[in-house]
Structures are given as structure tokens and as C-alpha cells.
């Protein structure tokens, strides 16, 4: 599966933003889906995960209660929704699909990975 995220931009703290990711060539339903970050110097590092019917989400302890995943299936799209955004969440946003997902929230099982969008967050 091909998948394309955007929706990346700058704003300031306090604000929110939502990130787009489509997917396309494959059956979207098939995939779990997550989100990862990348911030200048580190690590890449998990967000938030969602199963493949969008019954189950999981978040990192650092977006709990400021970040929520969805998936449209329909759409073959899945969404991050970002509040309260901090200058510690400036990062490249990537989104990733596993096939027929396991539940692990580690990024080597996540086959399939977008071209990243890059928020940034002012203080």
C-alpha cells in the first residue's frame, strides 16, 4: 500500500492541526494504522496506532488526551487530530501501515511508511 500524508504546517502553541493520510493500492481495511515523529536529532518515535476496524487506538503517554487517531475506511484515510500542540511536538509526521497488524507499536512492523509531513509548533 502507497500512502501520502499531509496537513503538516506551522502554528502556535496552544493550536491544533490535523494530518491527512491517504492510502491507495491496497485494502485499506487489511492494515493497521499509526503515526510516527521524527524531531531534529532524535530518534524516530510512536504516536498513536489504530486497529485495522478503528476499534482499538493506542497513544504514547507524551500525546494522551492532546492527539486523536481515526481511520475512514471508506475513505482509505486515516487522520491525526492535534490539540493543545507544544513546541516539543515540532517533528516530521509519519504515517505507516502493517498488514494484518499484530498490535505492536514498534516501528519495524510497520511495512509501509508515507513521505512524512513536518509540523512546527512556535512557542
Known amino acids: 500500500v502507497q500512502l501520502q500524508a499531509f496537513g503538516g504546517g506551522l502554528v502556535q502553541a496552544g493550536g491544533s492541526l490535523r494530518l491527512s493520510c491517504a492510502a491507495s493500492g491496497g485494502t485499506f481495511s487489511r492494515y493497521g494504522m499509526g503515526w510516527f515523529r521524527q524531531a531534529p536529532g532524535k530518534e524516530r518515535e510512536f504516536v498513536a496506532a489504530i486497529s485495522r476496524s478503528g476499534g482499538f487506538t493506542y497513544y504514547a503517554d507524551s500525546v494522551k488526551g492532546r492527539f486523536t487517531i481515526s481511520r475512514d475506511n471508506a475513505k482509505n484515510t486515516q487522520y491525526l487530530q492535534m490539540n493543545s500542540l507544544k513546541p516539543e511536538d515540532t517533528a516530521v509526521y509519519y504515517c505507516?501501515?502493517?498488514?494484518?497488524?499484530?498490535?505492536?507499536?514498534?516501528?519495524?512492523?510497520?511495512?509501509?511508511w508515507g513521505q512524512g509531513t513536518l509540523v512546527t509548533v512556535s512557542s
Open positions: 505507516a501501515a502493517a498488514y494484518y497488524w499484530s498490535g505492536s507499536l514498534d516501528s519495524r512492523d510497520f511495512g509501509s
